[in-house]
């Protein structure tokens, strides 16, 4: 049960994080404004969720797989 909350919650940041970063791409959502402080957490958010996300994946599913 625990296991499946964890994953959720980790896909679902990811997911936000994969949307704000074509959305940025697009165009779609001013994140390369530096003038505030919003601007740089809106743009390093999706990369820091990429970044961090792939690697607690991974960890999640070797924790999973000796404990299991």
């Known amino acids: 049960m625990a296991f499946t909350v964890i994953v959720c919650t980790v896909l679902i940041i990811h997911a936000i994080g994969v949307i704000q970063l074509v959305m940025v791409k697009e165009g779609k959502r001013e994140g390369y ?3 505030d402080s ?3 957490i809106s743009f390093l958010l999706p990369i820091l969720t990429v970044v961090f996300s792939i ?3 991974i960890l999640i599913f070797i924790i999973y797989w ?3």
């Open 55 to 57: 690697p607690s994946l």
């Open 33 to 35: 404004s530096f003038s």
């Open 66 to 68: 000796f404990t299991g």
């Open 38 to 40: 919003f601007g740089v």
